[in-house]
């Protein structure tokens, strides 16, 4: 199949690209000397995920437990699930893979540690490992504080079917409103020198704590850099999308995923309309970065890099043209990189993998839509 056999939207992956930046992460993390636990939710694939375990991943990261399941049914068996999991409809689904693949989980209270227990000793011979969370300047899950985690180190420890595995946190917040790359740096060491006091605490208190792990893309150039880290879950850097070339950490060449569109009217010298909208690109506005890329649109159009998407309704794509400029006619394509291509992933069935203008594979988005 070639590119033009595709109908749009399409999600279309440059395999060249995607492969340069999965090895470029695992080098990574080679020279760090941690361990590369790559975050699956950015692209949903069990594919893409074992092409990443193949190039010296560790393991997975994902969001849901449904995303576990999906990547545990397709072969893959050493999965953190970077989430507290909490409630009898969930610990039920928990305890059966458990005993399936090599599972953590995180947790950041007594309650939700208590409920793991009842699950798992009502399963029977199941344990699991688990993370405590610790809150770095997200302001999301974790905990702060060095004695509710040391106090909640202390009950795991006392558990039957719960394996302290280490501590973890997620560095979302160093790219927000960040001004500079000097100032994501400071951010993010600061965070990975928190996790990793937090560790070296417990470990004084008489805990074992192998793991300290760390997770975030923008973050990954430094907070994995820090002494005593021993794990890095980023997820975007397989795709990249306009928030990384925001913040200079990506080109356009470097992503590697657009979505393709059509162009589907022309109704006035500066306007052009797509028939891709919010449902085919998700409805986000571009990170506030500090790269000499700047762009203020809905997604980055390959062709045309001086237009603009300026609105998205469910179904169009809105461009504004600047005078003089040229732009595909109506029925050709252009190829538009998302704003936040995590998101944008999750609301196709597949994506067609493609080399040049050749279709290599179509697979679908197996963990799309798995958000229990």
């Known amino acids: 199949m070639k590119r033009?056999?595709?109908?749009?939207?399409?999600?279309?992956?440059?395999?060249?690209?995607?492969?340069?930046?999965i090895e470029r992460m695992q080098r990574a993390a080679v020279d760090f000397g941690v361990r590369l636990r790559p975050h699956t939710k950015t692209h949903k694939s069990p594919e893409i995920a074992k092409l990443q375990v193949a190039a010296g991943a560790a393991g997975i990261t994902v969001a849901k437990l449904g995303e576990?399941?999906?990547?545990?049914d397709a072969g893959l068996d050493d999965i953190l699930i970077?989430?507290?999991?909490?409630?009898?409809?969930?610990?039920?689904?928990?305890?059966?893979?458990?005993?399936?693949?090599?599972?953590?989980?995180?947790?950041?209270?007594?309650?939700?540690?208590?409920?793991?227990e009842q699950a798992l000793g009502e399963a029977g011979n199941v344990a699991v490992d688990v993370l405590i969370e610790v809150d770095t300047g997200k302001g999301r899950c974790g905990l702060g504080d060095l004695e509710g985690i040391a106090d909640l180190a202390d009950r795991i420890e006392r558990s039957a079917v719960l394996r302290l595995r280490g501590v973890e946190t997620h560095e979302g917040h160093v790219p927000a409103g960040a001004g500079s790359a000097d100032q994501m740096r400071e951010r993010a060491e600061t965070a990975g020198r928190r996790v990793e006091e937090i560790a070296v605490a417990l470990r004084a208190r008489g805990h074992d704590v192998p793991e300290v792990s760390v997770g975030s893309t923008?973050?990954?150039?430094?907070?994995?850099?820090?002494s005593g880290i021993?794990?890095?879950?980023?997820?975007?850097?397989?795709?990249?999308?306009?928030?990384?070339?925001?913040?200079?950490?990506?080109?356009?060449?470097?992503c590697a995923l657009s979505v393709l569109a059509s162009v589907i009217s022309r109704p006035a010298p500066d306007r052009a309309v797509l028939d891709a909208g919010s449902k085919s690109l998700f409805c986000e506005p571009a990170r506030r970065g500090f790269a000499l890329i700047e762009y203020d649109g809905f997604g980055y159009i390959r062709e045309a890099p001086a237009a603009r998407i300026v609105g998205l309704n469910e179904e169009h794509a809105i461009v504004r043209l600047p005078a003089g400029s040229e732009f595909p006619g109506i029925g050709e394509r252009v190829e538009v990189i998302p704003n936040h291509v995590c998101p944008a992933v999750n609301l196709h069935d597949e994506l067609a993998l493609v080399?040049?203008?050749?279709?290599?594979?179509?697979?679908?988005?197996?963990?799309?839509?798995?958000?229990?």
């Open 230 to 254: 021993t794990e890095m879950r980023p997820g975007t850097y397989v795709f990249n999308d306009v928030n990384q070339i925001a913040i200079a950490q990506a080109t356009p060449a470097d």
């Open 355 to 372: 080399d040049g203008d050749e279709v290599v594979e179509i697979w679908p988005i197996a963990a799309r839509g798995k958000v229990r």
């Open 4 to 21: 033009q056999d595709l109908d749009t939207p399409a999600l279309i992956v440059d395999a060249v690209t995607m492969n340069r930046n």
């Open 68 to 72: 576990a399941q999906v990547m545990a």
């Open 218 to 226: 923008p973050a990954a150039p430094w907070t994995a850099r820090i």
């Open 82 to 116: 970077a989430n507290q999991i909490v409630g009898p409809l969930k610990l039920r689904r928990l305890a059966e893979l458990a005993g399936r693949v090599r599972l953590a989980v995180l947790v950041d209270s007594r309650e939700g540690v208590l409920q793991l």
